[in-house]
């Protein structure tokens, strides 16, 4: 198995099905997560040296910290209903708990943190919406935690990939500190796919191939991105979810395409 694919395992005591840490992982920055928890079951969690935006893919929750409190958010029973989700954003140096109203999946996306803004809900009327691409490289995006909203280092976002189509694509990449040209960014993917039998085909390379694999990713399959280029193609007859944590040195979004492909920018 490729070690940039990392695939999901049965829940823990707190509902905790996949993980990626900077230790794992072997990078500095992105950590993600996610949880599956039975209506009615209520975890605490801190998040240490960490700021955290918790991500509610499925179901409703009532998400407390200090003396706030966000009672029964979410209205998103499936991701494929392409509803903006509901998100919170927690600094470093929180303890907050999270009581699943419903049958609940949440994902928890994490960076280091340096305390710069309080905790918030990020309610869907919050969240810019966008189609990106012409043809077969159309994809329909969710902004959750973008650069022009308030974090340390954490960029979040959810795109849904129809059918037949391709995303992040033409290939582009941000390994580079070379601002204003590209950003260096690790980055990870959450893939879901509707019918989850389905699977995606997701690429990661670089211009010298010492990085070059091609990974078959399913439903509840989380792909790292390091370094490189990282474009993704959903079959025909499956269309393709997936979440996107970004962090690096600056919180800035800034790619570099493959000159080899550019070409169709042009046209």
């Given at each position: 198995?490729?070690?940039?694919?990392?695939?999901?395992?049965?829940?823990?005591?707190?509902?905790?099905?996949?993980?990626?840490?900077?230790?794992?992982?072997?990078?500095?920055?992105?950590?993600?997560?996610?949880?599956?928890?039975?209506?009615?079951?209520?975890?605490?969690?801190?998040?240490?040296?960490?700021?955290?935006?918790?991500?509610?893919?499925?179901?409703?929750?009532?998400?407390?910290?200090?003396?706030?409190?966000?009672?029964?958010?979410?209205?998103?029973?499936?991701?494929?209903?392409?509803?903006?989700?509901?998100?919170?954003?927690?600094?470093?140096?929180?303890?907050?708990?999270?009581?699943?109203?419903?049958?609940?999946?949440?994902?928890?996306?994490?960076?280091?943190?340096?305390?710069?803004?309080?905790?918030?809900?990020?309610?869907?009327?919050?969240?810019?919406?966008?189609?990106?691409?012409?043809?077969?490289?159309?994809?329909?995006?969710?902004?959750?935690?973008?650069?022009?909203?308030?974090?340390?280092?954490?960029?979040?976002?959810?795109?849904?990939?129809p059918a037949g189509n391709w995303s992040?694509?033409?290939?582009?990449?941000h390994d580079q500190d070379n601002l204003?040209?590209?950003?260096?960014?690790?980055?990870?993917?959450?893939?879901?796919?509707?019918?989850?039998?389905?699977?995606?085909?997701?690429?990661?390379?670089?211009?010298?191939?010492?990085?070059?694999?091609?990974?078959?990713?399913?439903?509840?399959?989380?792909?790292?991105?390091?370094?490189?280029?990282?474009?993704?193609?959903?079959?025909?007859?499956?269309?393709?979810?997936?979440?996107?944590?970004?962090?690096?040195?600056?919180?800035?979004?800034?790619?570099?395409?493959?000159?080899?492909?550019?070409?169709?920018?042009?046209?």
């Amino acid at each position: 198995m490729s070690s940039l694919l990392v695939r999901p395992q049965n829940p823990d005591a707190q509902g905790k099905i996949l993980e990626v840490t900077p230790e794992s992982a072997g990078w500095e920055h992105v950590g993600f997560r996610v949880h599956k928890l039975p209506k009615g079951e209520k975890v605490s969690w801190q998040t240490g040296d960490r700021e955290e935006c918790l991500v509610l893919l499925t179901g409703c929750a009532t998400i407390a910290c200090g003396n706030e409190a966000w009672e029964n958010i979410g209205d998103r029973m499936d991701v494929f209903e392409k509803k903006r989700p509901y998100a919170v954003y927690f600094p470093n140096d929180t303890s907050y708990s999270v009581e699943a109203v419903t049958d609940l999946e949440v994902a928890v996306c994490s960076a280091p943190g340096k305390g710069s803004y309080k905790a918030r809900l990020i309610a869907p009327e919050q969240i810019n919406s966008a189609t990106r691409g012409e043809g077969s490289n159309v994809r329909h995006v969710h902004d959750i935690l973008p650069e022009t909203e308030e974090a340390d280092g954490l960029l979040v976002v959810e795109v849904y990939t129809p059918a037949g189509n391709w995303s992040s694509y033409p290939p582009h990449k941000h390994d580079q500190d070379n601002l204003p040209h590209e950003s260096q960014l690790e980055e990870t993917y959450y893939h879901l796919l509707n019918p989850s039998q389905g699977f995606a085909l997701h690429r990661v390379y670089t211009d010298d191939r010492s990085l070059d694999e091609t990974m078959a990713v399913e439903h509840g399959n989380c792909v790292l991105v390091p370094r490189g280029y990282h474009p993704v193609g959903a079959p025909h007859g499956y269309e393709l979810y997936y979440l996107n944590v970004m962090a690096g040195p600056k919180r800035v979004w800034k790619f570099h395409n493959d000159p080899d492909h550019e070409w169709m920018l042009k046209q």
